[in-house]
């Protein structure tokens, strides 16, 4: 379950929502833990849809049609993250005039199917599923296909056609590992007398209450202290994680005591610039001074 809940008083930088999400998508790496289950649920994108470790997601089944009257509607593909250790179906579409509801299970299992994550960041023209567990797993895939209500409204319509996409698992080759930087980090120099020193951590003031968590990936896990509002605290680095309503995706990990590194918080909830009063209208969306995780 999304618990994301970060009290801003004021409306988010009006007029830099829309450039700024992709300078801080590019702006920094994004980073992870290294436990499958961080992903389960999730959507596969912005972490586990990328390259990470060097690992690349793989197309299980590749590029199944859809067709409506012989006519090829849209492209599915049953797709794992060897760095997250995920499933997930995806559906791309190849005509308008239609709806697309793509469902993934594990092989010989009851229960539910799993529909859309319960935060979707699908581009324009895909859909795809949440992530299920796949490193050790046989998953499944089939679309629902939908006419649109009409020309005019592409709201599902009268029901089309379900188009089964098949059983794969992963082969020793191919389940890759779960990818953690965090190791990267603490690596020695050449002459392997000891690790770098840790950045000095950046002083960020927060322009209302915010909330505090241990998984960035989905603004989730357990709730940590709150950090009140004007309270300047001290931040060890930056991650991308979980998307805000503005389309921020950065995310700090605090340093100061309480929180001691073990919670983050999302940098859309700081002035980020030095200010520590007032709107936090037109700031930005974080505080490149702040290294990467």
Not at 108 to 137: C, K, L, Q, Y
Not at 225 to 231: G, M, S
Request: proline share 9%.
């Amino acid at each position: 379950m999304l618990r994301f809940r970060v009290h801003h008083p004021h409306l988010r930088r009006h007029g830099v929502a829309l450039a700024l999400p992709l300078l801080a998508c590019a702006a920094f790496a994004p980073a992870a833990g290294a436990y499958d289950p961080t992903y389960y649920g999730q959507s596969p994108g912005p972490f586990c849809g990328n390259v990470q470790g060097g690992q690349s997601p793989i197309q299980l089944i590749k590029n199944k049609m859809i067709r409506d009257d012989g006519r090829a509607i849209a492209q599915m593909r049953l797709v794992y993250a060897p760095a997250c250790g995920t499933a997930w179906v995806k559906v791309v579409s190849l005509a308008t005039g239609y709806v697309f509801r793509p469902s993934v299970w594990r092989q010989n299992t009851s229960g539910p199917s799993t529909h859309e994550p319960a935060f979707n960041d699908a581009p324009i023209g895909v859909a795809w599923t949440a992530m299920i567990p796949a490193r050790f797993d046989a998953v499944c895939g089939g679309v629902q296909a939908y006419h649109t209500l009409n020309r005019f409204v592409a709201a599902q319509g009268d029901h089309l056609s379900w188009n089964y996409l098949g059983c794969k698992k992963p082969t020793a080759a191919q389940r890759g590992r779960p990818f953690d930087p965090a190791p990267a980090a603490a690596q020695t120099g050449g002459g392997g007398s000891g690790s770098a020193p840790p950045a000095t951590p950046a002083a960020e003031t927060t322009g209302g209450v915010t909330h505090t968590w241990t998984n960035y990936t989905n603004a989730g896990g357990t709730e940590g202290p709150a950090i009140q509002a004007r309270q300047t605290v001290q931040i060890a680095c930056k991650v991308n994680g979980f998307r805000v309503a503005d389309g921020n995706t950065a995310w700090y990990r605090i340093a100061s005591s309480p929180w001691n590194g073990k919670y983050y918080v999302s940098a859309d909830a700081f002035y980020n610039n030095g200010q520590t009063s007032g709107s936090l209208r037109g700031t930005p969306f974080f505080d490149p001074a702040v290294p990467n995780c």
